[in-house]
């Protein structure tokens, strides 16, 4: 039972940070239909950033949660300029191009930051700082172990997911979003500024996307400059599990996720961790060919 | 009446590739005024309608709003000047609640609470249905309450220039009675209303002035009852003979 719990938690962490990613492709999907093939490089990013900057504020030598918040509000500012520069400068030219003209420049802006990030970072793995502290014995209820970073780090990614979920359902900008992922055509006409709209949800997309990389640098130390090409490609996986375009839909094809994917690897082998994902999405969508929470949405009216 | 003129086309020309959609079409709207947009399947008024919130651009042309050149504005900025377009096929917002589409017909308005809640009786008032569907999913909505829903939210932004394009379109009789009904109400609330209609003769009813396009030429253009007496009109769009 204790064995169990513990896999359920492991397996919610990691389906959270799947999530943070996966938010980020819904989001884009929605607005523009684009599959943003860059997003994964957004989390290699995020980590890279994150290393960088609490390593030269020394934060590990002090592990404490005002350090990784630190850290995590520096990189989500970051990777979210990043975002707004991609949105701007690759896909923004393209709006009035071929859909498929935006895919390929998707896959390239991906390679792009692959490329520059191995000339940049190298290409060896580098080791993320250790931002909280890693005391098994703080944490108990019982007989239950929780290991705090999985805690820290499902903390985390539940309270971004809230406060997404918050700013897309509750607020104005949110309702914008929600009208220019409608239909951007019929949101301009009531005045909604749809390139505005486009513009921040590539921000928002991609600062998620770069407080995941934080928290995998947290949990899988190691890093290297091609780590956001299968994440980001789980987290698709999940998005379109969940219903691409649909908002918890990516949030609990995350979670399903990274739940099998614990629970594989803990009661099966390790080794089929990443065919789990593929396998998955393949039974999902013949089960539900527009995933689990989509819609046949009617195109363009 | 040069003064009054609140919306001024001239020359407009549109083309979809080979297909000239509209050829030098040229009017005047007028403050207060409804106009209706009249002609065949095909004639160019839907063509018109985007011209000038800013979906298509003109081959060449003007279109000015009080005086000033719309055609440099986008289609936000359209809207931002008072041009709200209730599009064909009502363009609601299916995955959103009523009260959502409502809310974002305010967009351009940054309304103050009060202002904003007098803006909603007001639109309730027309339609009193949407007060009972408010949290719905506009999705579940019957054609005729989107269709209330489309120019309610419409209202909301206090339209200086209200484009409506076939509003009755698959409404049940008394749906259109209604709805013609609810047009001269927003007329005497102060609204101008360019009006497109198959339905020409209760459009040319509530109607002041009229335009008939024909592939899209203006064929015809002169007051309400000058359309609805002319020879051409009765034979070929009213169907009387
Ligand atoms: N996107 C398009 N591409 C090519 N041709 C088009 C396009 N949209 C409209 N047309 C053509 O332009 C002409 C005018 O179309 P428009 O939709 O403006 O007509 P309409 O007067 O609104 O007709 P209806 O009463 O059927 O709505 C038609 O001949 C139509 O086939
Ligand atoms: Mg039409």
């Known amino acids: 039972m204790n064995e169990f719990i513990q896999h359920v938690i492991n397996g919610l962490s990691l389906g959270c940070i799947y999530a943070l990613v996966a938010i980020g492709y819904t989001l884009v999907f929605g607005v523009l239909s684009l599959i943003n093939f860059a997003h994964g490089e957004m989390v290699m990013m995020g980590a890279y950033f994150g290393m960088y900057f609490a390593k030269h504020f020394k934060l590990a030598e002090e592990p404490g949660i005002s350090g990784l918040l630190l850290t995590l509000v520096a990189t989500m500012i970051v990777t979210g300029c990043i975002g707004w520069c991609v949105e701007k400068f690759a896909y923004r030219p393209l709006k009035n191009a071929p ?42 209820i019982g007989e239950l172990q929780f290991n705090p970073l999985q805690i820290t780090v499902l903390g985390i990614a539940l309270v971004l997911t809230v406060v997404l979920q918050t700013l897309v359902f509750k607020t104005r900008t949110g309702r914008g979003m929600r009208a220019v992922s409608f239909n ?22 991609a600062a998620l996307a770069g407080a995941a990389g934080v928290l995998v640098g947290l949990v899988y130390p190691k890093i290297d400059p091609l780590m956001g090409s299968l994440l980001g490609l789980k987290s698709f996986v999940a998005a379109v599990v969940g219903g691409i375009g649909n908002l918890s839909g990516a949030v609990l094809g995350a979670l399903l996720l990274g739940l099998s994917e614990e629970f594989v690897v803990g009661y099966l082998a390790p080794t089929y961790r990443d065919a789990i994902a593929f396998a998955f999405l393949i039974i999902i969508l013949l089960w539900r060919p527009s995933g689990l929470l989509g819609v046949n949405r009617i195109e363009k009216v | ?23 030098s079409v040229h009017f005047d709207l007028i403050k207060g005024e409804i106009l209706c947009l009249l002609g065949a399947n095909g004639a160019g008024k839907t063509t018109l309608l985007k011209t000038l919130s800013g979906g298509l651009s003109p081959d060449s042309g003007t279109i000015r709003l009080h005086g000033s050149n719309l055609l440099a504005l986008s289609t936000e900025a ?27 017909g305010a967009w351009t308005k940054r309304y103050t609470k009060t202002d904003y809640r007098a803006k909603l009786d007001e639109v309730f008032e027309l ?34 220039v209200l484009l409506l394009d076939e509003p009755s379109l ?27 209609e198959q339905n020409a003769e209760q459009a040319l009813t509530i109607g002041n002035r009229g335009i008939l396009l024909e592939t899209g030429l203006v064929r015809m253009q002169g007051s309400a009852k000058e359309l609805l007496a002319s020879e051409e009109m009765r034979k070929s769009y009213l169907g009387l003979a």
């Open chain 2, 1 to 23: 009446m040069g003064n009054n003129v609140l919306l001024e086309v001239r020359d407009l020309s549109v083309r979809y590739g080979a297909v000239q959609a509209l050829k």
């Open chain 2, 78 to 104: 359209r809207a931002r000047a008072g041009m709200i377009h209730v599009p064909e096929g009502r363009g609601i917002f299916l995955n959103l609640s009523v009260e959502e589409n409502l809310d974002l």
């Open chain 1, 184 to 205: 951007r055509d019929l949101a301009s006409l009531l005045g909604i500024p749809a390139t505005r709209v486009i513009s921040l949800t590539f921000v928002v997309g």
């Open chain 1, 99 to 140: 859909r498929i003209n935006l895919l390929i420049t998707a896959v390239g802006v991906s390679l792009l930051f692959q490329f520059s990030g191995q000339l940049i970072f190298g290409s060896a793995p580098q080791f993320f700082p250790q931002l909280v502290e890693f005391n098994l014995d703080t944490w108990k």
């Open chain 2, 127 to 160: 339609f009193p249905r949407l007060k009972e569907r408010l949290a719905q999913n506009a999705g579940t909505l019957s054609g005729g309450e989107q269709q209330m829903l489309a120019i309610g939210r419409a209202w909301m932004a206090e339209p200086e």
């Open chain 2, 170 to 196: 698959g409404l049940a009789p008394k749906l259109i009675d209604k709805i013609f009904e609810i047009i001269s109400t927003l007329q005497s609330k102060g609204a101008t209303i360019l009006l497109v």
